[in-house]
Nanobody, 116 residues
């Protein structure tokens, strides 16, 4: 059973930064892709950033230039560096792993609150 554990959430003022981590219980070096999603209260979960096994990254427009996704295969960890945070970034952030066969796994989430 694959487990993903997010950490690094918290309360930050607008304009501040946070770095989220997602530690996987398996080696991620050959994983098809991993990504970060978020869900604000009353809203659907949305994709915000992804990274393939080859290191190709994608972002939703609302976070481009502010968020950076990266992976450390040696640590089996994916990171999300979030800069210039805005109140509208407040959400629970989830890590997702796709194994390339149609199976995906989710972490339990990390709450990020950005105060104005």
């Amino acid at each position: 059973q694959v487990q993903l554990v997010e950490s690094g959430g918290g309360l930050v003022q607008a304009g501040g930064s946070l770095r989220l981590s997602c530690a996987a219980s398996i080696s991620i070096s050959s994983i098809h892709s991993m990504g970060w999603y978020r869900q604000a209260p009353g809203k659907q979960r949305e994709f915000i950033a992804g990274i393939t096994g080859g290191g190709i990254t994608t972002y939703v427009d609302s976070v481009k230039g502010r968020f950076t996704i990266s992976r450390d295969n040696a640590e089996n960890t994916v990171y999300l560096q979030m800069n210039s945070l805005k109140p509208e970034d407040t959400a629970t952030y989830y890590c997702r792993l796709d194994d390339g066969t149609g199976v995906h796994y989710w972490g339990k989430g990390a709450l990020v609150t950005v105060s104005s």
